[in-house]
């Protein structure tokens, strides 16, 4: 069975929080915890958390860091969030659990 990745995201004006989820059949799991940028290095911390899980391959790795800085490049560019469903580049589940 393939592994399957997601984006949990808190979108806000003035930050944003982004957690990666591990999804088993159609059961999302958190495998990181919420990490908010500007506020913190959140890529930089996410690369530590998923360094530590060692089933996710390294190209698999390098491509939820990948998203990431695509999703906050979009951020920082005040894109509706909504935009991001339509971003062909992005290849994981993304779930809005806060917009403010």
Known sequence: MNQRFGFRLVWGENSIGIAIDEIFLTTPSLITNYYY??????????????????WIPKDEQRKILNTITEILNSWKKNTNPKELYLNENLSYEIEFVGLF
Not at 48 to 54: A, F, M, P, Q, S
């Open 37 to 54: 940028w500007p506020q913190t290095d959140a890529w930089e911390q996410i690369r530590l958390d998923l360094e530590t899980k060692i």
